[in-house]
């Protein structure tokens, strides 16, 4: 069974600093996993997509790795600021599932000043 | 503003009732979605239609019944609401990509409550 898990489950950071949150996965065969930042009472927005071949992308001040031998992403916030207060979700499509994808439960993130 | 937009947002009625729930997107793609936020925020995709055509149908109640009437809409229809129906449902579209690459884009969710 597809399966996405990610940790912590919620963290507390002051602002300014750095975190790094993490997602493993079960799905097979993999196509491609995402990042998706979601504020409370909106729909979620892409952040990163990763594919197979890559294991480091960025944007902004937010850097997913992904290391699909050991079925392993990270994103990590640099600089953090009150608006990444956020729900961070890491979704992973599977090779054969067209658009389908499979949601972790998310790591919420709460930055204080 | 382009956008992928739905109504109502908040939307509470009673059991047994039926409602709709309305979707549209102004980006100019060809597929479209419907996703289940439960109370533990794990996202299920429900429904996906391609160019009006259904594509993706995962074990859901035939209670709901999605309807496409061009590419740019997916509404989705709820028969005799039930408590368990309620959470916040989430429309989404993309470009069809097989290999599933294309960055969806949701809209801001329709948070339903059954009482």
């Known amino acids: 069974k597809n399966q996405v898990e990610q940790s912590p489950q919620s963290l507390i950071i002051l602002e300014g600093k750095n975190c790094t949150l993490q997602c493993n996965y079960t799905v097979s065969p993999f196509s491609n996993l995402r990042w998706y930042k979601q504020d409370t009472g909106r729909g979620p927005v892409s952040l990163t997509i990763?594919?197979?071949?890559?294991n480091t992308k960025s944007n902004g001040r937010y850097t997913a790795t992904l290391d699909a031998d050991t079925k392993q992403s990270s994103l990590h916030i640099t600089a953090s600021q009150l608006s990444d207060s956020a729900s961070y979700i890491c979704?992973?499509?599977?090779?054969?599932?067209?658009?389908?994808?499979?949601f972790g439960g998310g790591t919420r993130l709460m930055v204080k000043p | 503003d382009t956008a992928v937009s739905q109504t109502p947002k908040y939307l509470v009625t009673q059991m047994g009732n039926d409602k709709s729930i309305k979707c549209e997107q102004n980006?100019?793609?060809?597929?479209m979605y419907w996703y289940k936020q439960d109370s533990k925020k794990f996202l299920k995709i429900m429904f996906s239609?391609?160019?009006?055509?259904?594509?993706i149908n995962e074990t859901v109640p035939n209670r709901f019944s999605p309807k496409s009437p061009d590419k740019a809409h997916l509404n989705l229809h709820i028969n005799s609401l039930e408590l368990g129906d309620s959470a916040v449902y989430f429309c989404?579209?993309?470009?069809?990509?097989?290999?599933?690459?294309?960055?969806?884009?949701f809209g801001p969710g329709t948070r339903l409550t059954v009482l």
């Open positions: 980006l100019g793609h060809d597929t």
């Open positions: 989404a579209s993309s470009h069809w990509a097989g290999k599933g690459t294309d960055t969806q884009y």
């Open positions: 979704v992973v499509s599977a090779d054969n599932a067209g658009n389908m994808l499979t």
């Open positions: 239609y391609n160019n009006k055509e259904l594509i």
């Open positions: 990763m594919t197979f071949s890559e």
